[in-house]
């Protein structure tokens, strides 16, 4: 053995003795006398390593590959960290060094591979990995890497091939089945995605991202619970990963959980203030909230961090939408789609825009344009309908005519609750759009075959109980009795202010808001939750936080409850320069039907007026139309007519305890005698008639509501006894409102 390799023999043994100090004077010996430079780097740059310190580490490797460039050795673990760094092309060069030496192995010629798949040099990573295989033939890490590299290419079947090829060889590596779970999920094979994440994680239970992406597909399909086990499962083994605290907000926010998804995208912030997305799911949940100015601050937080988040902007949109400014959502909506032509939904929300301002025209053109991207888009197609922009015989029509008979066949055979989430979505959307597509042309008998199976598969995925109903609503009853609603000696506020338009859904509560708002000392401020929420509030005020104790209520409690109210809609009105001589506003929350009482309670001086329509088109409406928010009993005509039924009693009931307190008008009267039921609505808000309101069609005010087409245009008597062209199918309906 000769001197040199003695010694570099003498520096190992220190090494492996731990006699670090000893072997690094030595090797710094060797530098300062010029001998052995370039190996005596590498094994300082090991030492190095060896102790943790690897900025050091690594910058002697780069002193090694400095004084002999062809020192294969310190190429190859400097291109190694290099990957590590993800500066591919640079630990590419190192690689090609290492090689160039006259040195090849199985281990470089892999990690260039993928060096080279990571910068998207696909051929030359399958040309390494050819050379790899003339020294390991039948490798479980080249079938691995070929897999991963079809993956890269969206090849998805060769991909396949080439990673069971590699657990065969090798079927313990967890890895190499959660590819297989990646590439299944990208071809829609969800069954077998599923099975192969699992695999994966009976091979090793401490990998979070495992769970996570088992979690993202269980979401995707519709299986929130069992996505939310999976995430929760990921935060044992990492509590502290942004990500899974915000994916686990996410599925606590389609359960309806809205507080613990709130505490859940906080914790994310909390770790990680950066962590821009925790931000705008937050943002979700405060604008269904009607916390709108609360999101708004969250989505300018999230747009410092990434001004390039199509996300961020689309939800600025939403949350504007909310606040009654669509024309500040259309330019969210249309920033959104300029950074990501291809983020669908934004489409989406920016027709709806254009269609509740009354520009039908742009929101087919933008519905057209999206279906051009998106052919199977069956939400678009739905909208496109309701925009009465299309026909039956138009290609579009047939196409998804043809694609829900075809999905129908996928799926005749199971049972309701077992259909995967995604068929049964497209269904109910194209099943909506069909059924208002036949409606439209008057073939009722096919329009109530898709309306029905459309609104069968909605149903099965709301858990609804009518009884849960009867009883709040008697609860009411009983409690905002005549006793306490006409207690003279307790009082509320005595403002003038509010104007209430209650009722069913479809019953023409927004043709009466719209009348209303063309009078020029009248502000329309839509469907407003201000009253349920002070409802709600006024409970902690009462006996065990019931309603059953609503009469103790003092009178500063209903004057303040009432000042509340009206200073909540009064700063909705200053946001809003469109109508400055309005000292008036209507709110036109229909459900504020089962808060008659409280309103008379707060404010006794507030207007309510009460629009009846025809039972059966009111229901036939509902039971038409896929609405958008909670109307969980819709879906049913069983659960449509039981709800009626409760929502006449309680309004019998109002009329009763409070007699003349409240308008109760006819939808058919208005649209058949208009100026004389204008004419009596207006009187009876002490307002002068102005012809404005008989034209109300004319008025340029965004309407925010599932009726916005129809307030923008004149009235028809169409909608007037609509249910006798589905009579026979309204057989049980009809026993039940009748």
């Known amino acids: 053995m000769d001197k040199e390799n003695q010694m570099f023999e003498n520096i190992n043994n220190l090494i492996s003795q731990e006699k670090y100090q000893e072997a690094i004077d030595l090797l710094k ?24 310190k690897n900025n050091e580490s690594h910058s002697n490797l780069v002193d090694a590959i400095q004084c002999e460039n062809v020192y294969w050795e310190a190429n190859y673990k400097y291109a190694n960290y290099l990957n590590n760094q993800q500066k591919y092309e640079d630990s590419i060069k190192h690689y090609d060094a290492a090689l160039s030496s006259g040195v090849k192995s199985f281990n470089i010629l892999t990690n260039l591979s993928i060096a080279q798949l990571l910068s998207g040099k696909h051929s030359d990573a399958f040309k390494s990995l050819d050379e790899a295989e003339k020294f390991e033939a039948n490798s479980a890490r080249i079938y691995d890497l070929r897999g991963a590299i079809f993956m890269s290419m969206n090849d998805n079947d060769k991909a396949i091939s080439a990673l069971e090829k590699a657990v065969t060889i090798d079927p313990n590596s967890s890895y190499m089945f959660h590819r297989l779970g990646k590439c299944y999920s990208n071809k829609g094979d969800v069954k077998q995605s599923i ?23 269980l979401l995707k399909i519709g299986h929130t619970e069992d996505a939310l086990q999976n995430y929760k499962l990921a935060e044992k083994i990492n509590p502290n990963d942004p990500l899974i605290l915000n994916n686990i907000g996410n599925c606590l926010t389609n359960l309806k959980e809205s507080q613990e998804a709130l505490r859940y995208y906080d914790k994310a912030i909390k770790i990680d203030e950066n962590y821009y997305n925790a931000y705008i799911n937050k943002s979700v949940i405060l604008t269904s909230m009607g916390l709108y100015d609360k999101a708004l601050e969250l989505l300018d937080k999230s747009l410092k961090i990434n001004d390039k988040s199509s996300e961020a902007y689309n939800n600025m949109g939403l949350t504007y939408y909310g606040k009654n400014e669509p024309s500040k959502a259309i330019e969210f909506y249309e920033k959104a789609i300029q950074l990501d032509p291809t983020l ?77 989430q995604p068929l049964k979505h497209a269904q109910i959307e194209s099943g909506f759009g069909l059924g208002s597509l036949f409606d439209i042309e008057k073939n009722y008998d096919k329009a109530f075959d898709f309306f029905k199976r459309a609104n069968d598969l909605q149903r099965s995925n709301i858990n609804y109980d009518i009884k849960i109903e009867e009883k709040l609503f008697s609860q009411i009853k009983s409690a905002f009795n005549e006793n306490v609603l006409n207690n003279q000696k307790i009082n509320g506020s005595d403002s003038k202010v509010p104007i209430f338009v209650v009722g069913m859904p479809r019953s023409g509560t927004s043709m009466i808001e719209q009348i209303l708002a063309s009078h020029s000392n009248v502000y329309g401020a839509g469907e407003l939750n201000e009253i349920k929420d002070i409802a709600n509030a006024s409970l902690t005020f009462l006996k065990n936080n019931s309603v059953d104790s609503i009469g103790d209520l003092t009178s500063d409690e209903r004057v303040r409850f009432g000042g509340e109210y009206v200073k909540r809609i009064n700063n909705i009105l200053l946001k809003d320069s469109s109508n400055k001589a309005a000292n008036r506003i209507v709110d ?13 309670m707060i404010l006794p001086k507030a207007k309510i007026i009460h629009i009846e329509r025809n039972p059966l088109d009111t229901c036939l409406s509902i039971y038409t139309l896929k609405f958008v928010g909670h109307h969980a009993y819709a879906y049913s005509l069983k659960d449509l007519g039981n709800y009626y039924n409760l929502y006449k009693d309680m309004m019998k009931h109002w009329n009763d305890v409070i007699p003349n307190h409240i308008l109760n008008i006819k939808y058919e009267n208005v649209v058949d005698q208009l100026e004389k039921n204008v004419r009596k609505i207006l009187e009876f808000c002490d307002l002068d008639f102005e012809k404005e309101c008989l034209e109300f069609h004319k008025t340029k005010r965004y309407v925010l509501t599932s009726s916005a087409l129809q307030v923008k245009e004149k009235l028809y008597t169409s909608s007037v006894d609509r249910w006798k062209g589905y009579e026979r199918n309204l057989e049980d309906l009809k026993k039940l409102v009748n």
């Open 29 to 52: 010996g060797n530098i300062e006398q010029n001998k052995s430079i370039s190996r005596s780097y590498y094994c300082l740059s090991e030492i190095l390593r060896l102790q943790g």
């Open 344 to 420: 669908l939904r934004a489409y989406r929300n920016l027709s709806v825009a254009h269609f509740t301002s009354g520009d039908k025209n742009k929101a087919a053109e933008i519905l057209f344009e999206l279906l051009k991207i998106s052919p199977n888009d069956d939400e678009a197609f739905r909208n496109l309908v309701i925009n009465k922009g299309i026909t039956s015989n138009h290609k579009i029509a047939k196409h998804f005519e043809d694609r829900f008979i075809s999905i129908e066949e996928q799926i005749k055979d199971l049972p309701i609750h077992e259909i995967p």
């Open 195 to 217: 099975n192969m994440y699992k695999k994966a994680i009976s091979l090793n239970n401490q990998q979070t991202i495992f769970y996570v992406d088992l979690g993202n597909l």
């Open 588 to 600: 036109k929350q229909i459900y504020n039907f089962i808060y008659i009482g409280f309103i008379k």
